[in-house]
């Protein structure tokens, strides 16, 4: 079985920089993010629970997303969000553990998740790793990633679990602060676990 290593870390941190370094490197890298917004397309259960919690209105005539409903509904209440990552979640989570079925003669995979914490799928893999960056720098990168204002990105961040929380609970931590080179640490961390 291939040793799962968890990636996250908080907005405009390089947790997709860190991924895709690690999947030059040979390792395969699970997107939750894109898988997620895959399997609400796809997934007959996923489909059933929003369209029985918001009504059919949720995916439009073609099949596709009401995203902005689905936000709306979503950023209404922490509870909502609680309902809405109730019918996702655990249908990611087995997405997951079927993908790393798939791959059980690697010696390693891994999962990127910003919430890899919040949703529990820290507990789908053996390492947790923290990509870590300093707050102004990760403000600063995600508004020009997302071309938002400063005021939108905090909001955002305020959401999110705290870093210095989340950096508490890591196995790992790659700094990203755009000083230390991420190739030496992302081959450390492969060293540590054995890929």
């Given at each position: 079985?291939?040793?799962?290593?968890?990636?996250?870390?908080?907005?405009?941190?390089?947790?997709?920089?860190?991924?895709?370094?690690?999947?030059?490197?040979?390792?395969?890298?699970?997107?939750?993010d894109a898988e997620a917004k895959r399997l609400m397309l796809d997934d007959p259960g996923?489909?059933?629970?929003?369209?029985?919690?918001?009504?059919?209105?949720?995916?439009?005539?073609?099949?596709?997303?009401?995203?902005?409903?689905?936000?709306?509904?979503?950023?209404?209440?922490?509870?909502?969000?609680?309902?809405?990552?109730?019918?996702?979640?655990?249908?990611?989570?087995?997405?997951?553990?079927?993908?790393?079925?798939?791959?059980?003669?690697?010696?390693?995979?891994?999962?990127?998740?910003?919430?890899?914490?919040?949703?529990?799928?820290?507990?789908?893999?053996?390492?947790?790793?923290?990509?870590?960056?300093?707050?102004?720098?990760?403000?600063?990168?995600?508004?020009?990633?997302?071309?938002?204002?400063?005021?939108?990105?905090?909001?955002?961040?305020?959401?999110?679990?705290?870093?210095?929380?989340?950096?508490?609970?890591?196995?790992?931590?790659?700094?990203?602060?755009?000083?230390?080179?991420?190739?030496?640490?992302?081959?450390?961390?492969?060293?540590?676990?054995?890929?």
């Open positions: 079985m291939a040793i799962r290593i968890g990636i996250t870390g908080g907005i405009g941190s390089g947790k997709s920089v860190v991924a895709h370094l690690l999947e030059v490197m040979g390792i395969p890298v699970y997107i939750s996923i489909r059933q629970g929003l369209t029985d919690l918001l009504g059919t209105a949720v995916y439009l005539p073609d099949g596709s997303l009401n995203k902005p409903l689905l936000a709306s509904y979503l950023f209404a209440s922490a509870g909502h969000a609680r309902q809405v990552n109730g019918i996702i979640h655990p249908r990611v989570r087995d997405d997951f553990r079927l993908w790393v079925r798939q791959r059980a003669s690697l010696p390693v995979v891994g999962m990127e998740s910003a919430i890899l914490v919040e949703a529990g799928f820290a507990e789908e893999v053996d390492k947790v790793v923290m990509v870590y960056a300093p707050l102004e720098v990760r403000i600063a990168r995600a508004m020009r990633r997302d071309e938002a204002s400063r005021s939108q990105i905090e909001r955002r961040i305020r959401g999110q679990m705290d870093d210095e929380a989340k950096r508490g609970l890591a196995d790992f931590v790659i700094i990203n602060d755009g000083r230390r080179a991420l190739i030496p640490q992302v081959r450390e961390l492969l060293r540590l676990v054995g890929g």
